[in-house]
């Protein structure tokens, strides 16, 4: 018969993960640690490529901004400038609207126009000429030119 011995006893060591007998909480306990050590190992190589992602995407986002505003900008810019034009436009014919109606007014006041100064400025040139001429002189507005002498 097989004597036991002591000596020749086998000292309880934990089941390897691959012995189908190991109870299924230490496999999920071992599978556990596994995967931490993993995430320790791999873990500062996975925060650099989120950080590199996060950096690109900002950086995507930024020039995308800037476009838009950019294109904004330039909207505005046309709109500012188109209605600039349109209110130089309407304040052009309200200036005129405003002279017309002030002549009128002045019109039916009995005020000359300016028309009327001017003719009457070149009427009283043209009477000071001829009465310059009756009295033998040469109009005051001439200026006397000097006669060259001939020998």
Request: avoid cysteine; hydrophobic fraction near 40%.
């Amino acid at each position: 018969m097989a004597t036991s011995d002591p000596s020749k006893r086998k000292t309880a060591q934990p089941a390897p993960a691959s012995d189908p007998f190991t109870p299924p909480a230490q496999q999920v306990w071992l599978a556990g640690l596994g995967a931490m050590a993993k995430a320790q190992e791999q873990g500062s190589k996975a925060m650099e490529a989120l950080l590199n992602d996060g950096l690109a995407f900002q950086r995507k986002s930024q020039a995308e901004a800037q476009q838009r505003l950019q294109e904004a900008t330039e909207r505005l810019s046309h709109m500012a400038s188109d209605l600039g034009q349109q209110a130089t436009g309407r304040v052009d014919k309200l200036e005129h609207l405003f002279e017309d109606r002030v002549a009128k007014a002045l019109h039916r006041l009995g005020m000359p126009s300016l028309l009327d100064i001017q003719m009457l400025n070149d009427r009283v040139a043209q009477l000071e000429a001829q009465l310059a001429a009756l009295q033998g002189k040469k109009p005051a507005t001439a200026p006397k030119k000097p006669r060259s002498r001939s020998a």
